[in-house]
């Protein structure tokens, strides 16, 4: 199995990239966030003629999650109290006894902010939905753009981004507590290349000079987590034409 999670920043202007990418790396699931599309505008019937089922929960202009898969989803659930009910910023579905929970943490703004005490209480209201499914799902994935760079070789200088949004303590205590409730961040149990990034500023030539973060994340159960073979991160797409700020983040999975 070929786990996907990429943050579109608006699927209307990215559709291309990700029919195009699917059609080249033919994953089994992929976890797209911030699709800013009303479900009423959602592209089933493109998604659909490129071979993927569709799930989906999204609002105009803001957040929204999608979750593409070549098998059909059970167990659908995008109305979560307290994590996407208002705000379309989580989806989960089970796919041939997989448990995969897609997710748009809340962004934070800054430190301090009304809206940074707003993504620490939806991290702690996290941990505790994702604790209640792993006793349901043994084998279970969060996936997702987390908005948050876990450790310092996460960051291109933690020196500048430290106790900035993104890479604050109580953000990493946060990511921290979901680990604690029985995941494994899979990037980061296999070996990889330093300066492993999946998000750059567009302004001031970030990607050009390398300058990200890696806020992007595949977490597993133990269970899944013990069949990964691999875990990369796709940066092809960021060099396209009006590309997302994001790329691809891909686990794959023996016997699953």
Request: charged share 25%; aromatic share 10%.
């Amino acid at each position: 199995m070929k786990l996907v999670t990429w943050n579109v920043n608006s699927l209307r202007v990215r559709l291309d990239h990700v029919l195009e990418w699917v059609s080249v790396n033919k994953p089994d699931i992929v976890g797209l966030q911030e699709t800013k599309l009303a479900d009423a505008d959602f592209p089933v019937e493109a998604i659909g003629q490129a071979g993927y089922r569709v799930i989906y929960a999204g609002e105009k202009t803001y957040n929204g999650v999608a979750t593409l898969s070549l098998k059909p989803a059970s167990d659908v659930c995008s109305d979560t109290p307290g994590l996407g009910d208002e705000q379309k910023r989580i989806i989960a579905a089970t796919y041939g006894g997989i448990r995969v929970i897609n997710v748009y943490v809340p962004n934070g703004q800054q430190v301090g902010s009304d809206k940074y005490a707003f993504k620490l209480q939806w991290l702690e209201r996290l941990a505790a939905y994702v604790a209640d499914e792993l006793r349901c799902y043994p084998a279970l994935a969060l996936i997702g753009d987390f908005n948050i760079a876990p450790e310092d070789r996460d960051v291109h200088d933690p020196t500048l981004w430290q106790d900035s949004v993104l890479f604050s303590e109580q953000e990493r205590r946060g990511f921290r507590a979901l680990l604690e409730v029985g995941l494994v961040d899979v990037f980061r149990k296999f070996e990889q290349p330093l300066k492993s990034f999946t998000w750059w500023d567009y302004r001031a030539g970030a990607f050009r000079r390398d300058l990200g973060l890696r806020i992007d994340h595949i977490l597993c159960s133990q269970a899944l987590c013990a069949e990964a073979v691999s875990s990369t991160i796709d940066k092809t797409p960021r060099g396209w034409q009006r590309p997302s700020d994001h790329v691809p983040v891909i686990a794959q999975f023996k016997g699953v």
